[in-house]
Every structure is written in structure tokens, then in C-alpha cells.
């Protein structure tokens, strides 16, 4: 029977959280797009209410 070293037993415990860590940054990524998209949705231009200035040189009106 083989003996296992201290570095195979750590490798292995290290590697579920690494593992649960990229997809919980990959997860966080793909909301913060989402909600980046969703923030330009709300401030376009064409959704916007059209606003009148008028010019302090324009005397016609």
C-alpha cells in the first residue's frame, strides 16, 4: 500500500474550494454584465423624455 504525502493531501483538499471559486467569480461576472446591460437599457436616449432649452439669444420666442 502507498503512502500518501502531506502535498497529495493538501493538493486535494485545495482543489473543490479553488473549483467552487471560479465558478462563483465566473457566476459574479456574468450578473454584473447582466446588470451592466440592464443600467444601459434604463439610461438610452430614446426612452427619455425629449427636453426643450431654450437659448437666452433667441428672442423669437
Known sequence: MQKLKP??????VA?????AG???TR???QVM????????ELF???RLPTLHVHSSHDSSV
Not at 502535498?7 to 486535494?12: N, P, Q, R
Not at 454584465?33 to 444601459?40: D, K, L, P, R
Open 7 to 12: 502535498e497529495d493531501v493538501l493538493l486535494s
Open 15 to 19: 482543489t473543490v474550494p479553488l473549483l
Open 22 to 24: 471560479l465558478v462563483a
Open 27 to 29: 457566476a459574479i461576472a
Open 33 to 40: 454584465v447582466s446588470v451592466g446591460q440592464s443600467s444601459e
Open 44 to 46: 438610452r436616449g430614446d
